[in-house]
């Protein structure tokens, strides 16, 4: 049984700092970890927050208490010695995936596609990351890992596709900035990888600023294979990246 099969954990956790887009800083076990926020929840400093994991994806679901209290690592109110921590892991779920094609973003589709379809002009697909990696500023990327699964389109065998690191955070008006390139994910219609390895190099990119994205493309635009994207499936282009001071 996968990790996002199995049975969801759920404990406290208190914010550190109050929520920027969508997600929230809360330290968890003495780590500290972004997470993504329930609709309409919109936590401070100091809140006491219920959070779920799904696999990697940490959720805060709801305030707790009538005020701000400090949690120890136990879960009980107390103060916390550890709350940055030696090591960790942050899962940083993507804040936009979208593909550009010929010229142009598309607006029909935030699937991740990569390759060409019947002439239709050539793919790159994107998954942007914002600013929640840069949380780790001064930490040591140990390794990382993107999640993944492959949807309807193009060939039903596994299709091998190139990874790459883009440069932008947010998706730009123009064309995403591709620099390096590895072998990305060989996965059948409906297949997925739960954790597919990133270069640590490109995940200490992006804690440093200097990158921001992956991206799928491949020159040629074969093979085309299209991916799901967080609308689709909760978990998908979850980046995790595991870290050391």
Same mark, same amino acid.
């Given at each position: 049984?996968?990790?996002?099969?199995?049975?969801? &954990?759920?404990?406290?956790? !208190?914010?550190?700092?109050?929520?920027?887009?969508?997600?929230?800083?809360?330290?968890?076990?003495?780590?500290?970890?972004?997470?993504?926020? %329930?609709?309409?929840?919109?936590?401070?400093?100091?809140?006491?927050?219920?959070?779920?994991?799904? @696999?990697?994806?940490?959720?805060?679901?709801?305030?707790?208490?009538?005020? /701000?209290?400090?949690?120890?690592?136990?879960?009980?109110?107390?103060?916390?010695?550890?709350?940055?921590?030696?090591?960790? $892991?942050?899962?940083?779920?993507?804040?936009? #995936?979208?593909?550009?094609?010929?010229? @142009?973003?598309?607006?029909? !589709?935030?699937?991740?596609?990569? *390759?060409?379809?019947?002439?239709? *002009?050539?793919?790159?697909?994107? %998954?942007?990351?914002?600013?929640?990696?840069? $949380?780790?500023?001064?930490? +040591?990327?140990? &390794?990382?890992?993107?999640?993944?699964?492959?949807? @309807?389109?193009?060939?039903?065998? %596994?299709?091998? #596709?190139?990874?790459?690191?883009? !440069?932008?955070?947010?998706?730009?008006?123009?064309?995403?900035?591709? +620099?390096?390139? #590895?072998?990305?994910?060989?996965? @059948?219609?409906?297949?997925? &990888?739960?954790?597919?390895?990133?270069?640590?190099?490109? /995940?200490?990119?992006?804690?440093?600023?200097?990158?921001?994205?992956?991206?799928?493309?491949?020159?040629?635009?074969?093979?085309?294979?299209?991916?799901?994207?967080?609308?689709?499936?909760?978990?998908?282009?979850?980046?995790?990246?595991?870290? &050391?001071?």
């Amino acid at each position: 049984m996968s990790r996002l099969d199995g049975a969801p &954990s759920s404990r406290l956790a !208190t914010a550190t700092a109050a929520k920027v887009g969508s997600l929230v800083a809360v330290d968890i076990d003495g780590v500290r970890v972004q997470v993504q926020c %329930a609709r309409d929840l919109t936590p401070a400093a100091g809140d006491v927050l219920a959070v779920v994991r799904f @696999g990697g994806l940490w959720v805060a679901t709801g305030r707790v208490y009538a005020a /701000a209290v400090s949690l120890g690592t136990s879960g009980s109110a107390g103060p916390n010695p550890n709350a940055l921590g030696t090591s960790g $892991s942050l899962p940083v779920p993507p804040v936009e #995936t979208r593909s550009y094609r010929s010229g @142009g973003w598309r607006t029909d !589709t935030t699937q991740v596609v990569q *390759g060409e379809y019947q002439s239709n *002009g050539l793919h790159t697909g994107c %998954a942007f990351y914002g600013a929640a990696p840069r $949380s780790l500023v001064g930490a +040591t990327v140990q &390794s990382a890992s993107v999640v993944v699964r492959r949807a @309807g389109g193009g060939a039903y065998v %596994a299709a091998a #596709t190139t990874l790459w690191l883009v !440069t932008e955070a947010t998706r730009p008006s123009g064309a995403p900035t591709r +620099t390096l390139s #590895t072998a990305g994910p060989v996965l @059948g219609v409906g297949a997925q &990888s739960l954790a597919f390895p990133v270069p640590v190099a490109w /995940a200490q990119a992006m804690v440093d600023g200097t990158a921001g994205g992956l991206a799928l493309y491949d020159a040629d635009g074969s093979p085309y294979a299209r991916f799901d994207c967080i609308r689709e499936w909760g978990p998908a282009w979850t980046l995790t990246i595991n870290w &050391s001071r």
